[in-house]
C-alpha cells in the first residue's frame, strides 16, 4: 500500500512540475532578451532586420501563433520518473530546430523547477498524512 501511495504522489509532483514550467518558464523564451537568456542560434541578418521593420522585440515570434498556441495550451503527462508537456505546434518548430530552444533551462530555471517540485512534494506528502491520521482517528473510536 506504501508503495502504491509513494508512486502517486510522486507522479502528481512530477505533474504539477510540468505544470510550472509551462506556466513560468516556458514564457520566458518567448521574451524579449530570450536569446541570449537561452542562448538561442544567431538569426540571419535579413530576418532581424525584417522583424525590427515590423516592431516585433520578442524572441521566436513572427506573428505570434505558434507563441500562443504553445502557451495557452498544453497536455501534461507524468511518471514517477519524469513530466512530459506537450503543446500545439506548427510544423515549422521542429524544421527551424525551435523545439530544441524552448525546452532549453537556465540555473535560475532549474532551480525554480527544483523549489516547484519541493513545495509540491510536501504538499502532497501532507495530504496523505492528513488522511492516514483521519483513518487512524476513525479506527481507534
Not at 508512486?7 to 512530477?14: N, W
Not at 518558464?25 to 544567431?42: C, M, Q, S, T
Not at 502557451?71 to 512530459?84: D, E, G, L, N
Not at 540555473?107 to 492528513?130: M, Q
Amino acid at each position: 500500500m506504501v508503495g502504491k501511495t509513494l508512486t502517486k504522489i510522486v507522479k502528481a509532483t512530477m505533474a504539477d512540475v510540468g505544470k510550472a514550467w509551462h506556466s513560468n518558464i516556458l514564457p520566458k523564451h518567448f521574451a524579449p532578451g530570450a536569446d541570449h537568456e537561452y542562448n538561442y542560434r544567431p538569426r540571419k541578418k535579413r530576418y532581424v532586420r525584417q522583424k525590427e521593420k515590423k516592431g516585433i522585440r520578442e524572441e521566436l515570434v513572427w506573428r505570434g501563433k505558434m507563441r500562443d498556441m504553445m502557451i495557452h495550451r498544453r497536455r501534461v503527462t507524468s511518471t514517477k520518473k519524469r513530466a512530459r508537456v506537450t503543446t500545439p505546434a506548427p510544423p515549422h518548430l521542429h524544421f527551424h530546430r525551435k523545439d530544441e530552444e524552448v525546452s532549453r533551462m537556465t540555473k535560475s530555471d532549474d532551480r525554480f523547477i527544483e523549489k516547484a517540485g519541493n513545495t509540491s512534494l510536501e504538499y502532497h506528502l501532507d495530504v496523505v498524512t492528513e488522511n492516514m491520521q483521519e483513518e487512524t482517528e476513525v479506527l481507534t473510536t
